[in-house]
Each structure stands twice: as structure tokens, then as C-alpha cells.
Nanobody
Framework: EVQLVQSGGGLVQAGGSLRLSCKAS????????IAWFRQAPGKEREGVSC???????SYADSVKGRFTISSDNAKNTVYLEMNSLKPEDTAVYYC????????????????????????WGQGTQVTVSS
């Protein structure tokens, strides 16, 4: 079974940067997608960014130009580089994965919907102070 282990996160001042990592294991083939989601207290879960093994990516409008998703396929690790952080970025961030898929992140907001992912990481807190 696919397992996801997250690292990174923490407390940063507005305008600062953080990097999240999501190391995956257990994929049965080389075709998968990994996405980042976040959930702030009292708010619905929001898709942040997605990357597929075909290097297709997608971003939520709220993070475009500030966040960058990347992958190291040799390490089965996906990174979320977050720059110019704002207090409204404060949330628990989760990575999620779906296996056996191609171009999962290339079609509109398909890769930003949590229901499209079966496997989830443990979550990590990101707090941005003003």
C-alpha cells in the first residue's frame, strides 16, 4: 500500500519561505500523481498544487507565482516550495497520492480535488505570522 511521510513546515513570518516534503513508497508502478492540500481551522480543505509523473502540474489560483511543486522521482519525493508566504496560508498541509494514473494534474482542477486521491500523509502545520 502507498504510504506518504511528510516533513517540513513550521512557523515563519509573512514574506518568508518554507519547504514541505512528501516521501512516497509502495507504488505498484511508475505512474502516479501527488498533490498538496491544506485546511485552515473552520475552512474547507483546499487543493494547493499537484504534480504527475509526466511532469504535469497544476496550482490553485491563490498560490500561483508563489508556490512551486517539484519532484525527485529517484527519491519518490515531492516538494512544495512556498515563497512570499501570507498569514492566510496558515493551515495544516497534507500531501496525497493516487497511483496508476497519467496526466492527472494536467486537466483543469482535477488534481486539486481531494476526492480524487486515495492515499494521504499525516499532515504538517504551517503557520505564517503577520
Amino acid at each position: 500500500e502507498v504510504q506518504l511521510v511528510q516533513s517540513g513546515g513550521g512557523l515563519v513570518q509573512a514574506g518568508g519561505s518554507l519547504r514541505l516534503s512528501c516521501k512516497a513508497s509502495g507504488f505498484r508502478n511508475n505512474y502516479y500523481a501527488i498533490a498538496w492540500f491544506r485546511q485552515a481551522p473552520g475552512k474547507e480543505r483546499e487543493g494547493v498544487s499537484c504534480i504527475g509523473t509526466s511532469h504535469d502540474t497544476s496550482y490553485a489560483d491563490s498560490v500561483k507565482g508563489r508556490f512551486t511543486i517539484s519532484s525527485d522521482n529517484a527519491k519518490n519525493t515531492v516538494y512544495l516550495e512556498m515563497n512570499s508566504l501570507k498569514p492566510e496560508d496558515t493551515a495544516v498541509y497534507y500531501c496525497a497520492a493516487e497511483e496508476g494514473v497519467m496526466y492527472y494534474c494536467a486537466d483543469g482542477d482535477h488534481g486539486l480535488k481531494g476526492n480524487n486521491f486515495a492515499f494521504w500523509g499525516q499532515g504538517t502545520q504551517v503557520t505564517v505570522s503577520s
